[in-house]
């Protein structure tokens, strides 16, 4: 049994700072790749930024330079250090966990519930 909870999000002015966090608990070996996504109303869910293991990462262009993915991967823990945010940075941001190593197996893309990130003056 897996569970991601984020936490972070809030209301931000244009050109401020949010970091996001994901913790996932339960029963944990390591975990393959964790990474966030956003969907604002009536839109995708799209990719933020993800992060193997290993260290290799992966943007979206619209928050490349201004995002910045993290782990720590004692604490199965994710985080998202959000810079110069815009108008259009604003949606619910959601963690996901992909090849989850537990004792007796592999678990495939898990997900938090979310966090509100409005950005508005």
């Known amino acids: 049994q897996v569970q991601l909870v984020e936490s972070g999000g809030g209301l931000v002015q244009p050109g401020g700072s949010l970091r996001l966090s994901c913790s996932a608990s339960?029963?944990?070996?390591?975990?393959?790749?964790m990474g966030w996504y956003r969907q604002a109303p009536g839109k995708q869910r799209d990719l933020v930024a993800l992060m193997t293991r290993g260290g290799s990462t992966n943007y979206a262009d619209s928050v490349k330079g201004r995002f910045r993915i993290s782990r720590d991967n004692a604490k199965n823990t994710v985080f998202l250090q959000m810079n110069s945010l815009k108008p259009e940075d604003t949606a619910v941001y959601y963690c996901?966990?992909?090849?989850?190593?537990?004792?007796?197996?592999?678990?495939?893309?898990?997900w938090g519930q979310g966090t509100q990130v409005t950005v508005s003056s």
């Open positions: 996901n966990a992909d090849g989850i190593t537990i004792p007796i197996g592999t678990l495939y893309d898990y």
């Open positions: 339960g029963n944990i070996v390591s975990i393959n790749v």
